[in-house]
T-cell receptor
């Protein structure tokens, strides 16, 4: 069974631009969560989606948004990029929110210049 | 509020030596506890998890962890470290509602021959 896939793997943007990252969960998994990983702040929860609905959201500004499609694939969007948004963005999937065991993708490395 | 503390930022051990990585958590209810490993440029791989039951849990790659409620700890151990174990290790707590995880800041493991 294929693991969690994230595209693109690497991305370079400039300040003020916007970016969309994609995540395809493991087949059959319906819950998708997003995390931001930076050297200074570590791993921080962004949001969680299940059945196309956002269930939880971390403490991030409104520039960070996401959505989930009917096939459970998820996208996250960051608008008006700032230098501090440079990070590894990790997506994790699980069967459902009650499953608790999450499987992580390889991440998308975003660099903002 | 939930939090996870990994007091050791960096640990160096000799190949073949035993290893213990510390993790303390703060959470009001029964926690869901996890250890993940991350190699450079990679996502997170689940080593082991504790949900309930036997407080000593076995994981992949010869790792084990012990849940001690009285100490709010979930320390990771391995009796004999291999050079391939060099990586970043993260302890995480899952909460009852949804799949939001709280991660520690990580422990970087160096293995010397």
């Amino acid at each position: 069974k294929a693991g969690v896939t994230q595209t693109p793997r690497y991305l370079i943007k400039t300040r003020g631009q916007q970016v969309t990252l994609s995540c395809s969960p493991i087949s059959g998994h319906r819950s998708v969560s997003w995390y931001q990983q930076t050297p200074g702040q570590g791993l921080q929860f962004l949001f969680e989606y299940f059945s196309e609905t956002q269930r939880n959201k971390g403490n991030f500004p409104g520039r960070f948004s996401g959505r989930q499609f009917s096939n459970s694939r998820s996208e996250m969007n960051v608008s008006t990029l700032e230098l501090g948004d440079s990070a590894l963005y990790l997506c994790a999937s699980s069967l459902d929110p009650g499953e608790k065991e999450q499987f992580f993708g390889p991440g998308t490395r975003l660099t903002v210049l | 509020a939930q939090s996870v503390t990994q007091p050791d930022i960096h640990i160096t051990v000799s190949e073949g030596a035993s290893l213990e990585l510390r993790c303390n958590y703060s959470y009001g209810a029964t926690p869901y506890l996890f250890w993940y490993v991350q190699s450079p440029g990679q996502g997170l791989q689940l080593l082991l998890k504790y949900f309930s039951g036997d407080t000593l849990v076995q994981g992949i790659k010869g790792f084990e962890a012990e849940f001690k409620r009285s100490q709010s700890s979930f320390n990771l151990r391995k009796p004999s470290v291999h050079w391939s174990d060099a990586a970043e290790y993260f302890c995480a707590v899952g909460v009852n509602t949804g799949n939001q995880f709280y991660f520690g800041t990580g422990t970087s493991l160096t293995v010397i021959p």
